[in-house]
């Protein structure tokens, strides 16, 4: 990815939009004729949720998911849909309704402050009812929904939107939980409500038609990635991210010196090393001291010693680099961030979602 230009800032992330477009819409045309809901939750995977946002919108997504009134506040202007998935305490209530979203609700108490911020406003909430499919996180069990599907919809201002559920992704248990979650839908319409839409599988469910129903919520695998290796990607979709910041210094070392905190690395012959004005506090993580590597020039670098709060170490001997260049830390040919996830055992989640909000975000 070229950047259509280069902010005055020491480290940030390129965006590739359209990417992210072309992807949204590959798992659109996967699904049909299931809709297609963007989540972009978390500053969407860490990477802006209004570029983002707006990339679902022209991708023909018909909502937007997200986890709480301040990322509905920063998104719903855009027109779409939105469905808040997190729990509505207290003032949230009166939020959602000012806001005019849709809202996730697993008990009757939620649904009773929900129903009260309707009447205030004189308005309706549409609200997607939650099931517990065998997850065991949240939702109202299946053998309840029936119930509280009719409570919701005798409560004034309250209309029912949805039904939906998460799969667990545990081994062998993913179909169990996709016939319960049908099962539960037909008990609910035959009691004579109707449903607008159903809605089960998230990124690691596209593999489950069975589970896309009316609709699927795609939230990872819209920017790329996948909790699998790399050849889980769908439908020719690609990563839409780079981190990049600048070389503020260039040190010399000869034989037996250090650089940065401690002893972890140790020159064994005369080098050159660039400072890199990024660390852990920018989402760098400190487990990748001294097994990570960095591209300059397009060529990969090892990253050495101790990464600290906010620098980290390349190893440029042999790779010629000014002070004020930009060299790429994640999102390239050789340091993917999936593979920094492998690195440090954990998932490509945790890995993206860690990028700071403060960190620019530039759509290219």
Not at 155 to 181: C, D, H, W, Y
Request: aromatic share 6%; net charge positive.
């Amino acid at each position: 990815m070229t950047s259509r230009r280069t902010p005055a800032a020491a480290a940030w992330l390129e965006v590739d939009v359209g990417r992210i477009e072309r992807n949204m819409r590959a798992i659109r045309r996967l699904v049909a004729p299931a809709k297609f809901m963007a989540v972009v939750k978390a500053n969407a995977y860490g990477h802006g949720a209004a570029l983002a946002a707006r990339a679902a919108r022209r991708a023909g997504a018909i909502a937007l998911c997200v986890f709480g009134v301040r990322e509905a506040e920063e998104v719903r202007r855009l027109g779409l849909r939105v469905l808040n998935l997190a729990y509505p305490f207290g003032e949230d209530a009166a939020a959602v309704a000012r806001l005019g979203v849709d809202q996730s609700v697993w008990d009757r108490a939620a649904a009773e402050r929900l129903s009260s911020a309707a009447r205030r406003r004189g308005q309706r909430i549409g609200v997607h009812l939650k099931v517990d499919t065998g997850m065991n996180r949240v939702g109202v069990p299946a053998a309840g929904a029936v119930d509280l599907a009719r409570r919701i919809c005798a409560m004034p201002g309250l209309s029912l939107a949805g039904v939906f559920t998460t799969l667990a992704e545990r081994k062998g248990e993913n179909e169990a939980q996709i016939r319960t979650f049908d099962r539960t839908c037909v008990a609910i319409q035959r009691a004579g409500i109707e449903i607008p839409l159903r809605h089960a599988a998230t990124s690691g469910g596209l593999k489950y038609p069975s589970a896309w129903f009316d609709a699927v919520r795609v939230g990872i695998a819209c920017f790329g990635f996948s909790k699998e290796a790399e050849g889980g990607r769908r439908g020719g979709t690609a990563p839409a991210l780079r981190y990049l910041a600048r070389v503020i210094d260039l040190k010399r070392l000869s034989s037996g010196e250090t650089a940065g905190y401690g002893d972890l690395f140790r020159a064994r012959r005369p080098m050159t090393i660039a400072v890199v004005s990024a660390g852990w506090s920018d989402g760098v993580f400190r487990a990748l001291s001294n097994v990570w590597r960095g591209e300059v020039r397009g060529r990969s670098v090892p990253l050495v010693g101790r990464i600290s709060c906010n620098h980290c170490y390349l190893d440029v001997t042999r790779t010629p680099v000014r002070i004020g260049e930009p060299v790429v830390l994640m999102g390239g040919a050789s340091n993917s961030f999936e593979a920094a996830a492998e690195s440090i055992g954990t998932s490509i989640y945790e890995v993206t979602t860690r990028l700071p909000g403060t960190l620019p975000r530039v759509g290219i």
